[in-house]
Nanobody, 126 residues
Framework: QVYLAESGGGSVQAGGSLRLSCAAS????????MGWFREAPGKQREGVAV????????YYGDSVKGRFTISQDKDQPMVYLQMNNLTSEDTGIYYC???????????????????WGQGTQVTVSS
């Protein structure tokens, strides 16, 4: 079991920036995938960004490419999501997720992630 603790989020005006953090503990391992998914009212869960921790490979959802950046802490199992140029379409609950072993790292298949954080609200007002 991997435990995930999220921080960050909040409310911001359109065009602003926010940073999310997610710390993992428990049964972490070097080549797991960690990242962010979001849910907006009336919409399906959407992949935002994931990071293949070992190789450092990043995957982004189409709607956030060029605006969001996922990165990792070099000393501990922790990832960050820097969100710039936010729009009202980015409003939602952002969940940190971590994969189990032998899972292909993907931003498109949220069902493959077996560990989830509680979620943090991001609200962007126009």
């Amino acid at each position: 079991q991997v435990y995930l603790a999220e921080s960050g989020g909040g409310s911001v005006q359109a065009g602003g920036s926010l940073r999310l953090s997610c710390a993992a503990s428990g049964s972490t391992f070097p080549n797991m995938c960690m990242g962010w998914f979001r849910e907006a009212p009336g919409k399906q869960r959407e992949g935002v960004a994931v990071l293949f921790i070992g190789p450092g490979i990043r995957y982004y959802g189409d709607s956030v490419k060029g605006r969001f950046t996922i990165s990792q802490d070099k000393d501990q199992p922790m990832v960050y999501l820097q969100m710039n140029n936010l729009t009202s379409e980015d409003t939602g609950i952002y969940y940190c997720a971590a994969s189990g072993r032998a899972v292909k790292c993907s931003v498109d298949v949220w069902q493959s992630y077996s560990n989830w954080g509680q979620g943090t609200q991001v609200t962007v007002s126009s």
